[in-house]
């Protein structure tokens, strides 16, 4: 164990302090979240200063830092602190350029990576289908060659963003003779393309910035040959890297949840108390903390097993299980303590911090269910983590 | 940065647990649980020449000198086991205050304590929680009163004895005026007692022990968490490997998702634990400003998990695993009765919340 704590790090975080003490993104940041200038010009200060794209080249648009733990433990903390975005959440940066970085072309990385970082292309991903939920190797919306294109069939759905997204990243079935996982292939496909459909889905959290949802209907839509991630066929391979990346980085930020719910018990009251006050709910956020803590620290455990390319095993595995759980259990905890309050919703008045703890506890909620529910969570960390019997498939 | 274990912690988890897999397997440890203290001295003599008496003693004082992350290692693989020993009262919560104490009779016993020969118990309860009319107190030169769930200290040489918040007293167990009386739990591989003191002259008293006193408690803590967690651990590997050999409508039971998933959900809640127990030993010894509200946290939590973890390892065995024979409830046993020493979750918790300013000071 070495947690680093010398003279460049409290330097590090003083650096950090001192800019988070003058700047602040100039309105939300997130996709569907107010206009695009701001979330580009946030996103390219954050590269500039090296606190968003550390670890990506610059040739890629990157800021090229070698990669640190304990920096970023102390951006995270932080900015935490602060209550600021460092970075974007959506599934351009978390999942597509992990993806690129393993698998793209120099081309490909060249052109993609550093539009998406700074937030000038918006992605979406087109996985699930209504016959291809947690059997997602079953999807069958196809791409024939036809001369320098692929021609797409087919329809996708819980696709989040799809409505403001500039790109998808694709699955389609391209070797329609092969065993279901080897006939797919992973296409980038620009959604302005003629034959693309976006229908929103409306969700149970309502229509709430980032959790637009939506079904995308892919008719005759010609895909550049040069598009393809990758050899043709090897598509599920290459979803998983991103499957893998999704797994490890959902809702990472529990102690930054934790720390808002936090605020909220001090400042929220009932008869004139505030809920801190309250012995009962003073425990439930204390069991909170440590659960919080626990995924911290694990997190920091896992960054340093990608560090030495080391396999966590089953401890990497559990991460997404765990993690969405919690988000979900510390939402309750704030719906909890507003007591009357805690149902407003949709704008109502004296509705708190514009109805987020309850949107926050619906999108976690999808969160447990999306990118592999629970469930499955739990096959993958019993069968590959455990060694027990694998299901018949 | 490097949140990982070192190549020399690794290694000292191997020869640990190697060790009492070879010698304290579960069946020595049936033997025992019938004895009037537990702690085996024969088993302690053989422990301190692999340098596990005196992992927390200084180098001056003949121990190693390493720091609780290294004992948790220990502890974890002793709970792993279900080894009784002395480890939490000698071992760790002993020479922690010893050590932050200093002066003549503090550095002899931390040199006796390091070679196996000098066992120490504590009974500190009176601290954190007074029951039954529980305290000790000096009467003149002697000491008056009793002290429950005494830690290690049956078959103990000396006891430290928390006066009050600032106060600790050195008493040696033969000394006339002490009375000891082994109160049993549901565990049988550890040893509590009551003691009663009848005008009993300490060895030593130290004033101005608060901070000793703490330091002592919040490193007991994170020990205790350790031993838990690794009954918690040897509680899942047992259900896995169970689960891979019991067949049931023609399969092995693992191969049901219910089955599948409750040993999922085990190693779930296990292993970002172990990361917030390395955490919380490390930071006792590297960030002591931290240390008290981890060491309550991870006490805490791995009491709620465990209690979880010991009870879906035993659904996995089915009717074998709530018989005598099968051995398992030795670890369901000392998950138990963990959750009532040191402090319960609950209070753990309020203290937790005060040290950061979320709760009134008690």
């Known amino acids: 164990m070495d947690l680093g704590i010398d003279a460049r790090y409290d330097a590090f975080r003083d650096e950090v302090r001192r800019f988070l003490a003058e700047h602040r993104p100039a309105g939300p940041i997130g996709p569907g979240e107010g206009d695009a200038s701001a979330r580009v010009a946030w996103l390219s200060l954050l590269i500039e200063h090296g606190y968003w794209a550390r670890t990506i080249p610059e040739a890629y648009g990157g800021y090229g830092a070698e990669p640190d733990l304990l920096e970023t433990v102390i951006m995270d903390e932080e900015f935490n602190t602060a209550g600021v975005p460092r970075g974007l959440s959506a599934q351009g940066p978390s999942m597509l350029v992990p993806t690129l970085l393993a698998h793209g072309t120099e081309a490909q990385k060249r052109h993609w990576i550093g539009p998406t970082m700074r937030g000038e292309i918006l992605w979406c991903q087109g996985y699930s289908e209504p016959g291809a939920g947690s059997d997602l190797a079953s999807l069958q919306t196809s791409a024939v060659e036809d001369g320098d294109d692929f021609v797409v069939n087919g329809q996708k759905i819980w696709t989040s963003t799809a409505d403001q997204a500039q790109m998808c990243f694709l699955l389609v079935r391209t070797e329609p003779g092969a065993k279901k996982h080897a006939g797919i292939s992973y296409l980038l496909v620009p959604m302005d393309t003629p034959g693309i459909e976006v229908r929103p889905l409306r969700t149970m959290s309502g229509d709430i910035g980032e959790n637009s949802f939506n079904q995308v209907f892919f008719s005759d839509v010609r895909v550049p040959r040069s598009n393809l991630v990758g050899q043709r066929g090897e598509g599920w391979k290459i979803a998983n890297t991103t499957l893998e990346h999704e797994r490890s980085s959902l809702n990472a930020n529990a102690e930054g949840t934790w720390l808002r719910l936090a605020r909220l018990m001090k400042s929220e009251t009932v008869n004139g108390v505030p809920l801190l006050a309250s012995p009962v709910h003073r425990d439930r956020l204390m069991r909170l903390q440590a659960r919080a803590l626990s995924m911290k620290h694990h997190a920091m455990r896992m960054l340093t097993c990608s560090l030495k390319g080391e396999s966590p095993g089953v401890a990497g595995l559990i991460v997404k299980l765990q993690n969405c759980q919690l988000n979900f259990d510390m939402a309750a905890l704030a719906l909890d303590v507003m007591g009357e309050l805690g149902a407003l919703y949709d704008h109502a008045k004296y509705e708190r911090e514009r109805g987020f703890w309850q949107a926050h506890s619906m999108f976690s909620l999808g969160l447990i269910i999306g990118g592999g529910t629970a469930q499955i969570q739990k096959n993958i960390i019993a069968e590959r983590g455990l060694g027990l019997p694998r299901e018949p498939r | ?362």
């Not at chain 2, 692999?50 to 121990?63: F, K, N, S, T, Y």
């Not at chain 2, 959750?339 to 203290?351: I, K």
Request: aromatic fraction near 6%; include cysteine.
């Open chain 2, 1 to 362: 940065m490097d949140f990982a274990l070192s190549e020399d912690q690794l290694l000292l988890e191997q020869t640990v647990r190697g060790f009492l897999a070879d010698r304290v397997p579960i069946e020595r440890v049936r033997e025992l649980r019938d004895a009037a203290c537990p702690n085996d001295r024969t088993l302690w003599s053989e422990l301190a020449e692999l340098g596990v008496c005196g992992i927390r003693v200084p180098e001056a004082q003949d121990g190693s000198g390493l720091g609780l992350l290294d004992a948790a290692i220990v502890a974890q693989a002793l709970g792993r086991a279900a080894t009784p020993s002395p480890f939490l009262a000698s071992a760790v919560m002993a020479p922690t205050a010893l050590a932050a104490l200093g002066g003549a009779d503090a550095e002899r016993w931390l040199v006796g304590i390091a070679s196996g020969e000098l066992v120490v118990g504590v009974a500190a309860t009176e601290l954190f929680s007074v029951r039954e009319g529980a305290g000790v107190r000096r009467d003149g030169g002697a000491l008056r009163g009793k002290a429950l769930m005494a830690l290690d200290a049956c078959g103990a040489d000396l006891v430290l004895v928390a006066l009050d918040a600032g106060t600790l007293a050195a008493v040696r167990t033969d000394a006339d005026g002490v009375a000891i009386e082994r109160l049993r739990t549901v565990d049988a591989t550890r040893c509590t007692a009551e003691l009663v003191f009848d005008g009993a002259s300490p060895e030593a008293v130290f004033e101005g022990a608060g901070a000793a006193c703490s330091r002592m408690l919040d490193a007991g803590r994170v020990a205790l968490a350790a031993d838990a967690l690794g009954c918690c651990e040897s509680m899942i590997e047992q259900a896995v490997a169970y689960a891979k050999q019991r067949k049931q409508f023609d399969r092995v039971i693992g191969s049901f998702q219910a089955v599948k998933h409750m040993c999922a959900e085990m190693v779930a809640e296990f292993e970002p634990a172990r990361s917030l127990l390395w955490y919380a030993a490390h930071a006792f010894d590297a960030l002591p400003e931290e240390a008290p509200r981890l060491a309550c946290h991870v006490l805490s939590h791995v009491s709620e998990i465990g209690r979880e973890i010991a009870s879906v390892s035993t659904q996995v065995h089915g009717g074998i695993g709530w018989t005598d024979e099968q051995n398992l409830h030795f670890w369901f046993k000392r998950i138990a009765n963990a959750r009532h020493l040191l402090g319960g979750p609950e209070s753990l918790r309020e203290r937790a919340a005060t040290l950061q300013g979320l709760a009134p000071a008690a």
